[in-house]
């Protein structure tokens, strides 16, 4: 199993970003969905994340900026940004619950940076 994330890069403070991720490899069932960052200097941190059913919960800090999504046909999570500050930049790393075989585990992605700078 493989969680590939993209979508990051150089922002301008009030801009927007979406970032995507997919999960691919022998899948049975994906559970929860998420996005955690971790920012320089700072410990990681839980961003967004969304369940199988669509019920989301959201960082204080991203509450009314981010909006999380998922399509479940193609394995992927989305995270649209808006209204980004500078405090967001952060490697922003994608996460899934999921079953390969017989067992439910934890996937991470491969990180991928968002900057807000003007």
């Known amino acids: 199993v493989q969680l590939q994330a993209s979508g990051g890069g150089l922002v301008q403070p009030g801009g927007s970003l979406r970032l995507s991720c997919a999960a691919s490899?022998?899948?049975?069932?994906?559970?929860?969905m998420g996005w955690y960052r971790r920012a320089p200097g700072k410990q990681r941190e839980l961003v967004a994340a969304?369940?199988?059913?669509?019920?989301?919960n959201y960082a204080d800090s991203v509450k009314g900026r981010f909006t999380i999504s998922r399509d479940n046909a193609k394995n992927t999570v989305y995270l649209q940004m808006n209204s980004l500050k500078p405090e967001d930049t952060a490697v922003y790393y994608c996460?899934?619950?999921?079953?390969?075989?017989?067992?439910?585990?934890?996937?991470w992605g491969q990180g991928t940076q968002v900057t807000v700078s003007s």
């Open positions: 996460k899934a619950l999921l079953v390969s075989g017989l067992f439910k585990n934890a996937y």
């Open positions: 490899g022998t899948i049975f069932g994906i559970y929860t």
């Open positions: 969304i369940t199988s059913g669509g019920s989301t």
